[in-house]
């Protein structure tokens, strides 16, 4: 889908209290520089936004009106014994989340994040240069929207935060960013379920999908971005910062039966001022690139809710 017909929403200060900044972007156009935020984590917030999508309580809300939770047979979600029953091990658990859970802030200080495994992001692609961010991310799904969804936090301690993509479909890999590559199946083989979302300190995404691993940018994933700097931490500067919070939603390219596993892998890109051409990286279980199949880790929907 082009640019044009891409809505982006913000909202500062007062809507979500203790001064904290909240950029909520729904596929969408160029944006200017963001806002930055001055709360620590677990503080302020009052916007709310369901799981499904839908909101409540300012703009955070209508960035997320792509789907709502399912009301007819068509949509019921059918639980498969065989999947369920599957007890092959995989590298992460992918949490699912209750029907009706709201997402009340850019932070991830809704109670059932306590209960939600960390990606195990700690594998420096190069270790003579590695990363001295520290991440926490958690990724859960909803199944009873469609398309079914991804919820995903991440926590980075960060001591030079470095961001300028505010657009969506732009390099936001040329950021201090998050990536997320998800593939219904555990076959190492690339099709139209492969996705990969970028997600930009500075507030922009690039979502795309890769069928027979080959880009394609038009992919819309329906992100929703919510991204916050703790307190003491400001964009591109020589100060000291403390850290950032990517909290975002976006549509999985198929529909999960609960138990199924997937490819699934994880980057972190830590780019500190001193980095002209190369980014500091973390990865949870492949290579640098996290569309690496081959080495890429096996997730699987957790049948139980949290």
């Known amino acids: 889908m082009g640019r044009s017909t891409r809505v982006a929403w913000r909202t500062v200060g007062a809507a979500l209290g203790s001064g904290a900044a909240l950029v909520a972007t729904s596929l969408v ?86 209960s939600v495994p960390k990606v195990p992001l700690g594998k420096h692609v190069d270790p003579s240069n590695p990363s001295d961010n520290v991440p926490s991310c958690k990724l859960v ?15 980075v301690t960060d001591k030079d935060i470095r961001g300028t993509i505010t657009a969506a479909d732009g390099q936001a890999w040329k950021d201090d960013s998050v990536e997320v590559m998800l593939k219904a199946g555990p076959s190492a083989g690339f099709d139209a379920t492969a996705t990969k979302i970028t997600l930009s300190v500075a507030g ?59 490819r699934c892998d994880f980057k972190l890109a830590d780019w500190d001022g001193s980095a002209t051409t190369e980014s500091k990286k973390v990865v949870a279980f492949g290579t640098d690139h996290v569309l690496d199949m081959a080495t890429a880790g096996v997730c699987r929907f957790s049948c139980d809710v949290l």
Do not use: M
């Open 29 to 114: 156009s160029c944006l200017d520089p963001l806002p930055e935020a001055t709360s620590s984590p677990g503080t302020g917030g009052s916007s709310s936004v369901d799981a499904s999508g839908e909101g409540s309580g300012g703009s955070a809300g209508a960035a997320g009106s792509d789907s709502g939770t399912s009301d007819g047979p068509a949509d019921v979600l059918v639980e498969s014994s065989d999947e369920c029953s599957d007890t092959t091990a995989v590298d992460y658990a992918i949490r699912r989340l209750p029907v009706g859970t709201t997402l009340a802030s850019p932070w991830c200080n809704e109670s059932f994040w306590a």
């Open 141 to 155: 799904w909803l199944g009873e929207s469609k398309p079914n969804v991804v919820w995903g936090c991440c926590e």
């Open 204 to 262: 922009g995404f690039q979502d795309s999908k890769w069928t027979g691993g080959i880009f394609d940018a038009n992919h819309e994933a329906n992100v929703l971005l919510l991204r916050t700097l703790w307190a003491q931490s400001t964009l591109n500067d020589s100060v000291a910062d403390k850290g950032y919070t990517i909290k975002w939603r976006a549509n999985l390219a198929f529909d999960v039966v609960p138990g199924q596993r997937a």
